[in-house]
């Protein structure tokens, strides 16, 4: 088997590959801070940018991360580092709202099937953030598994998991423990060869913790959680595995603060969406407007209103505030072909390539 199949790299990708026949394909399975590793066919090396390619980088989501294939010009583990020439087009992306950065994402990972959502059955645990974490997986394009850690922690485990799925509904959720080898066994179903799944969370909900596991040794470093109940950074940086099944994980730092800049809500909040429709105006925003079906069921007791007001506060972060729902998809659709003129000019040039 080619190496770089192993490495979850697909059909697109080789034939994405091919435009470039004077560099090679590979990797970016871990990343440092002027270097990072990866796998080509041929085995490990490590590389850095051209120096074209960083004078042409304004942004840094033009850079590399962990799960990019990239094209290299130089391959040969023995006598110094691969030069990256050129990033392949991105399948799936996860990203935030970069720390400390203004109007700059951060680029998590990329390439993923799978995004496992860890939240930890203690005192840290929180719908609300479990309903950002889905908005911003469902916008990157992967899947998203909620999965439950310490459930030994846990007294009222079915009634969590019923709530859970009140606002994810469809979503899988997997209950797990470091103490019950056969929850954990649950996950590797997922992760079939060639598939690529993230693991995501709070520091100290033990993402490091079920990497090891399923692994089947202590490969990753841990460390104790506080009295608070609040995680210590143990992961500094994201590293990708290929698992002795096959499939390929990915842990990441933990994640407190998760900045929406780009969120689906459509899917993490489906069930507003619904009520809107039965909204008096079109574009109501489910503030004090009147014929408010979505207040309405709030009053009623279907709906519960801090899930609204996690709504609201993810369309003013993820700047929607305002927009109904198909204003939203519009938004998203004109940043994505920002470049040709927004989404309009897109149609247009596909209707004129059309006739040709």
């Known amino acids: 088997m080619n190496n770089l199949i192993k490495y979850g790299a697909r059909k697109a990708d080789f034939?994405?590959?091919?435009?470039y026949p004077d560099l090679t394909m590979a990797r970016i399975i871990s990343q440092y801070k002027n270097l990072y590793k990866i796998i080509t066919e041929s085995g490990e090396n490590f590389a850095e940018l051209s120096g074209k390619f960083k004078y042409g980088s304004e942004k840094m989501s033009d850079y590399p991360a962990v799960g990019d294939f990239v094209m290299v010009d130089h391959t040969d583990n023995t006598s110094g580092n691969s030069i990256i020439h050129k990033i392949l087009p991105r399948r799936t992306v996860f990203e935030r709202t970069a720390v400390g950065y203004e109007n700059q994402i951060q680029i998590i990972v990329t390439n993923i099937d799978l995004?496992?959502?860890?939240?930890?059955?203690?005192?840290?645990?929180?719908?609300?953030?479990?309903?950002?974490?889905?908005?911003?997986v469902w916008s990157s394009g992967a899947k998203p598994v909620i999965i439950l850690t310490k459930s030994d922690l846990c007294k009222n485990l079915q009634e969590v998991v019923s709530d859970i799925n009140i606002i994810a509904p469809g979503t899988d959720v997997i209950a797990t423990s470091s103490f019950d080898n056969d929850s954990i066994d649950n996950l590797t179903e997922y992760l079939k060869p060639g598939t690529t799944a993230a693991f995501i969370g709070s520091s100290g909900v033990g993402k490091t913790t079920l990497i090891n596991k399923i692994i089947g040794e202590d490969l990753l470093n841990t460390s104790e959680i506080r009295q608070d109940d609040k995680g210590r950074h143990t992961t500094t940086r994201r590293d990708l595995i290929v698992l002795p099944g096959g499939g390929i994980v990915i842990d990441t730092p933990g994640m407190r603060e998760l900045g929406a800049e780009a969120v689906n809500l459509s899917k993490s909040f489906a069930d507003i969406e619904d009520l809107?429709?039965?909204c008096r105006f079109r574009d109501c925003t489910h503030y004090n407007e009147p014929g408010c079906a979505v207040k309405a069921a709030i009053e009623e007791g279907l709906l519960d209103e801090r899930r609204l007001g996690n709504y609201h506060k993810l369309k003013r972060e993820a700047k929607y505030d305002g927009l109904s729902f198909k204003q939203i998809e519009k938004e998203k659709l004109d940043s994505m072909f920002e470049s040709i003129g927004g989404m309009k000019n897109f149609k247009k040039f596909v209707r004129q390539n059309k006739k040709r």
């Open 15 to 19: 034939e994405k590959a091919a435009l």
């Open 115 to 136: 995004i496992f959502i860890c939240m930890s059955l203690n005192k840290d645990f929180n719908e609300s953030r479990l309903e950002r974490y889905l908005s911003i």
């Open 276 to 278: 809107s429709l039965k």
